[in-house]
């Protein structure tokens, strides 16, 4: 059997994740998803209403309605990549909706060159503004100011060179009116994503210290649990068993055999009670309600639900992680639909750690996607991999490090 080597907790527990929202707090980073497809309808509103009223500017005006349709793929591409489903945001991403929406702003630029009058109501620096605005949600702060700062060079060099404005000013001037409010909401949601960033870094010490104070309790706990187990056990077989044979004052040969069942099965509850894993932990407590109303078999067992940990591969997983395989878990186990005998947690391949959460779920498959996804992605953004399968009432939700990989149906890794 392969042991979990100690360098693959390590290095799986080393792994840099970006200072981003969308890393720190997925689920509250999906809340704000809405707000990118909102921006990217208003910046989409105001280019055509911009260029209605240039319509007497207009140079070309085919040229004009291609910035339009380039700014609708950078609106599209922004509004995909940031869904919760496709997390996470990544550079290139990012920078392809920067890329097409300079480039949308620039072929406008374009289409008014020599008959432009004012550069205030050119609607290519706003929408790359309202684009930049929601960035720092998912991409680092200094990549997105990056981002913006070359955003408004190129656009305020454009504004800086035209000669047919209306007001005699400083080409200076000109290129400020256009930088601005690219600097200035990219500043915005910079500050916002600082801000928030900082309170979820201080939010987690907090949650760290206490639970670091309430360890010692919690152990307590469990070993008051795990005593006042043995003693149920004791009252029930053992003492009115010993109770019986000090009476008849013999000891038969089925005495003998029966001591000795009661004692494979208190040592088996010793045996489990030490050996008792986060993973069994979390998946009883999820059930349990399921437990009291229809009592099935332990978790540990192989006709009910269950744990098949044997390397102790949970160990590779950090707080965070274990804090979303906890909430997704509670989420299954809550499901109407549960088949509460079907739910089986298994983890394989000590030298590339990966897990699987399989269970039967009698409901519609667009619920099951609206419930479930949200933790898919909240896993993609904490440094995983995770995928769902939802095949009939079948649901499979697999998560691994990058550098990990998922069995196929044919049992080979990919």
């Known amino acids: 059997m392969t042991a979990l080597n100690p360098r693959t907790i390590i290095g799986a527990r080393s792994v840099t994740l970006e200072r981003t929202p ?55 591409i922004a509004a995909i990549r940031t869904h919760p489903g496709f997390a996470p945001f990544g550079r290139w991403s990012h920078f392809s909706v920067v890329a097409f929406a300079v480039t949308a702003a620039a072929l406008f630029d374009s289409a008014v060159w020599g008959r432009n009058e004012r550069i205030q109501d050119d609607w290519g620096q706003i929408a790359v503004a309202l684009l930049l605005v929601a960035m720092p949600l998912y991409r680092p702060i200094g990549e997105v100011a990056g981002s913006a700062l070359v955003a408004a060079i190129v656009l305020g060099g454009l504004a800086a060179v035209q000669h047919s404005l209306v007001i005699a000013n400083d080409p200076l001037v000109y290129a400020t009116v256009a930088a601005t409010p690219i600097l ?13 960033t900082g309170e979820t870094l201080r939010w987690r010490e907090v949650a760290r210290e206490g639970q670091f104070r309430l360890e010692s309790e919690l152990r307590q706990a469990a070993e008051r649990m795990i005593a006042q187990e043995r003693m149920t056990a004791l009252n029930a077989e053992a ?4 109770t019986a044979v000090a009476h ?9 055999l029966r001591a000795r069942a009661i004692a494979e099965r208190l040592r088996g509850m010793s045996v489990r009670a030490i050996s008792r894993t986060w993973l069994e932990d979390t998946l009883e407590l999820a059930l349990a309600p399921r437990l009291v109303e229809a009592p099935i078999a332990p978790v540990d067992e ?96 697999r998560f691994a490090y990058p550098h990990g990989g998922f069995p196929d149906s044919e049992g080979r890794r990919r």
């Open 22 to 76: 969308q890393r720190l707090d997925p689920l509250g980073a999906q809340s704000a998803w809405p707000l990118v497809p909102l921006l990217g309808a208003v910046a989409l509103a105001y280019a055509v209403y911009s260029t209605i009223i240039h319509a007497g500017q207009l140079r070309n005006t085919s040229l004009a309605i291609v910035a339009i349709g380039v700014l609708l793929l950078a609106v599209v």
């Open 184 to 196: 200035a909401l990219a500043a915005g949601g910079a500050g916002y994503a600082w801000t928030l």
């Open 239 to 242: 003492v009115p068993f010993l």
């Open 248 to 256: 008849r004052g013999a000891v038969t040969d089925e005495d003998t």
């Open 302 to 397: 192989e006709t009910g639900p269950r744990v098949d940990d044997p390397h102790l591969l949970e160990r590779v997983l950090t707080a965070d992680q274990r804090a979303i395989v906890g909430a997704l878990i509670a989420t299954v186990a809550a499901r109407p639909g549960l088949d509460a005998r079907s739910v089986l947690l298994e983890a394989s391949d000590p030298e590339k750690p990966s897990f699987a959460l399989h269970a039967k779920i009698a409901e519609p498959r667009a619920e099951l996607r609206r419930e479930l996804l949200p933790f898919v992605s909240s896993l993609n953004s904490v440094a995983m991999r995770a995928t769902m399968r939802l095949r009939g009432g079948d649901v499979t939700i």
